[in-house]
């Protein structure tokens, strides 16, 4: 049975214009466009007050925008990161295939006399030609080049760009693919671009900068700080420095003094799972940092940054569960389960042996993972391997507590007890079906099942004794549409309770947090 019991809702905490700004370009027209992958989304903003103009997103073809450029005739190409392919802007506004790259393809550049570059990173290190308007196939012109990332051409008719992964940035000969380095001793470059006087500039997205570079000798001089996250630049037609930062999902721009200025909103972006640690605090993760947040006021408390490639850091972590006075983090982009400690920053355990792993959770000394590939909900002890606790079509949501186990299978929208007291249940047990693409799951202080229901888009509380449920919250802003053939959840909407029975989701349409407060939450015990 289904009653309605809808609690107060509130926004605890407004997030970012985008979920993660990547790409920024300005148009031959002077507008300013700027993509975000993981919300396959491109905008077109006033350069001026960062209005919004308009937006091109799936019903557009555009599918994990990365990166942009203008072709010669002024026609917009873009990178499918996830998809492997170069687009373009056709006649009618909707997008058309340019070539197939293969997935990763990420940095692009035309040449002063129209040819285009494309590379790919993080799933592959390869720099190809691409010819738009020919049959043939792209050219490889180098690979092993150490992650090169944005790019641009300089008056010298090379290619210059950062390499990611060994903290350099070079110009290379993109007809015999000789690469020169022009400076190095930077942390994690991330993009390059010209101003309109012909100096380069790079950013370095883990330090937080954007510098200077004497292509002469190497030297960089500091211009901005646009802080961690910064991920591209662009300048207008005035040499004024615009930077898109992938963590804030935000786009600002860089004034003379070296001060930014806000053309969006910035703070949490791609919000998906959620926590409470055990100092009471929220903890998200979104993607590309494990953000700390007060649980009564949602003040910003820390952010931990996490860096493609980089072993010190959370490997992009997309769920996030309490273990005691550490953290359990997983990704499906990284295919990592993480155990995290937070007072150190230092990674106890990494394990990279999972079937893409859409969600993780704690339960006593054992770690009980939800594999996408492996269909399987499997339990770890240590270092020993995974054993399958049981199968399932699209394992997503997960609660442990007090010796019970939940797994939610989205596909088919049953729930399941696999563990009752800290006893493995012979069969598992379904508590609830029929439910519409469920996500992320909690148990709250009175045993009941907290769920996200995204296909609804609603709260639902379940009483796994009898199968009841209620709705707590209807409209929520959940279901960010991800890229085929990618996990089904993309970012999965979570939920958290933490002892006073207030509930936090993550809402990953907006990047926002919501508080929901049950009636049946006794007023004056806890604040709300």
């Not at 007050?49 to 997103?57: A, E, I, P, T, Y």
């Not at 004034?255 to 969006?264: D, S």
Request: proline share 5%; hydrophobic share 45%; aromatic share 6%.
């Amino acid at each position: 049975a289904q009653a309605q019991s809808l609690a107060e809702g509130r926004t605890l905490l407004s997030g970012a214009a985008l979920p993660g700004a990547n790409g920024v370009r300005f148009s031959p027209a002077g507008e300013l466009y700027v993509t975000s992958a993981v919300g396959s989304r491109i905008e077109v903003r006033d350069p001026e007050s960062g209005r919004l103009l308009r937006s091109l997103g799936q019903a557009q073809g555009v599918f994990g925008a990365d990166d942009l450029d203008f072709g010669t005739d002024g026609r917009l190409y873009w990178s499918a990161f996830f998809t492997g392919e170069v687009m373009r802007m056709n006649a009618d506004g909707g997008s058309e295939l340019v070539a197939r790259v293969g997935p990763g393809v990420n940095a692009m550049s035309f040449s002063a006399d129209g040819r285009l570059f494309v590379t790919r990173v993080f799933l592959a290190d390869e720099l190809y030609e691409v010819f738009p308007d020919s049959d043939k196939p792209p050219r490889l012109v180098a690979k092993g080049l150490g992650g090169l990332n944005a790019m641009d051409f300089g008056a010298d008719g090379k290619l210059y760009g950062p390499l990611w992964f060994k903290g350099q940035v070079a110009r290379i000969d993109v007809d015999s693919g000789e690469l020169e380095v022009v400076a190095a001793g930077l942390d994690t470059p991330a993009a390059v671009k010209f101003s309109p006087e012909g100096v380069l500039h790079v950013i370095d997205q883990h330090q937080g900068t954007v510098l200077a570079v004497n292509t002469d000798d190497g030297s960089t001089t500091l211009v901005a700080r646009p802080g961690l996250g910064a991920d591209n630049l662009d300048f207008d037609a005035q040499g004024r420095l615009y930077i898109s930062n992938a963590h804030e999902g935000s786009l600002s721009r860089a004034l003379p003094n070296g001060m930014l200025q806000a053309l969006t909103a910035t703070g949490l972006a791609m919000p998906a799972g959620v926590a409470v640690n055990a100092e009471g605090e929220l903890v998200v993760a979104a993607a590309q940092s494990l953000r700390r947040y007060d649980a009564t006021t949602g003040a910003e408390l820390a952010v931990h940054h996490a860096s493609i490639g980089d072993p010190r850091a959370v490997a992009t972590p997309l769920s996030v569960a309490a273990a005691g006075d550490r953290l359990l983090v997983s990704s499906w982009f990284s295919n990592t389960v993480q155990l995290w400690d937070p007072a150190s920053g230092a990674i106890l355990a990494s394990y990279r042996d999972y079937q893409v792993p859409l969600n993780a959770v704690a339960m006593g000394d054992a770690i009980i993972v939800a594999e996408l590939v492996g269909h399987r909900i499997s339990r770890r002890v240590g270092d020993g391997a995974p054993e399958t606790l049981m199968p399932m079509k699209v394992p997503a949501g997960l609660a442990a507590a007090n010796g019970d186990l939940y797994a939610a299978d989205w596909l088919v929208g049953t729930i399941y007890q696999l563990y009752a007291d800290g006893v493995r249940l012979d069969a598992p047990s379904p508590v609830a079906s029929g439910l519409k693409f469920p996500e992320g799951m909690a148990i709250d202080p009175q045993g009941r099942l907290l769920v996200v229901e995204t296909g609804s888009q609603s709260l639902l509380r379940i009483d796994p004794r009898d199968g009841s449920r209620e709705t707590l919250a209807e409209g929520l802003k959940v279901g960010l549409k991800g890229v085929p053939g990618y996990p089904p959840t993309w970012l999965m909407s979570s939920v958290a309770v933490d002892g006073c029975g207030r509930i936090t989701v993550t809402q990953d349409l907006d990047n926002s947090l919501l508080r929901v407060v049950p009636i049946t939450v006794v007023a004056g015990v806890c604040a709300q």
